[in-house]
């Protein structure tokens, strides 16, 4: 990876193993953080990766306040707004903060909001899997923090290709070094304290802002629990069993 990419919560997902002894290809998906965090450097660095696909998990408000503008002509954005479906599910769940100020309430909250995400990605998958299977690559994934809603995403692709939890889990985890900068905690700290009226605890924050393996196992499992596993999840979505081999003929080598 490149200095300056280096710095961001950006990674290429490739090189994570197969249950079967295989790995995730080198180069195709990456997973980032939103572009209000890109740079000229950055910009320049991206360009060079050419990006095809960039799937923007955002609103139409976040994308508002950081736009794509270092996507060329030759970089398709794919919408697939995850975050009004989880505010309208979620919102009574996360105004119970300004109640109950807490690190408890935070995991119950975040917890509860993790539940959500997978039911919220439903009707994007298959424009996400359309795009990976044209070619429309490399893709870039991302959210606004890249360890939420693009942690879920990320997790939900790799449980498809047979990636193991536990290594699934590990890459989840690398998040968490960028998630506990203090310039997140500052944004957070603003927009909950414009929210509720009062400055919260650091406590609360650290669990917002960071990240933890039981968020990210209780999306996988109501995908088991609401799906019966992740073929069910795809088939759901869309996505029958032809094109769920052939997205993992396009994302896993090794063992041929």
Known sequence: MTLALSRLNFRDIGGLPTRDGRQVRPGILY???GPASF??????????????????????????????????????????????DLRAQGEDMWMTLG???????????MTHNYGLMPQAFLPHVAPMVDALLAGDTPMLVHCTAGKDRTGVVIALILDLLG??????A???????VFGQNLAMSGH?????????????????????????????NRALDVVASQWGDIDGYFQAAGVDADR???LRQTLVTGGE
């Open 31 to 33: 997973r980032s953080e």
């Open 39 to 84: 740079l000229a450097d950055h910009h320049a660095e991206l360009t060079e990766l050419g990006f095809r696909t960039v799937a923007d998990l955002r609103s139409d408000m976040e994308r508002e306040k950081a736009p794509h503008d270092w996507c060329g002509a030759d970089c398709r954005i794919l919408d697939l707004d995850m975050n009004t």
């Open 99 to 109: 109640r109950d100020p807490t690190q408890a309430r935070a995991i119950a909250v």
């Open 163 to 168: 990636v193991p939890r536990d290594v699934i």
């Open 170 to 176: 590990e890459d989840y985890r690398k998040s968490d």
């Open 188 to 216: 957070l700290k603003a927009d909950l304290e414009k929210t509720f009226g009062f400055v919260p605890p650091d406590d609360m924050v650290a669990v917002l802002i960071g990240v933890h393996a039981d968020f990210l």
């Open 244 to 246: 769920r081999d052939a």
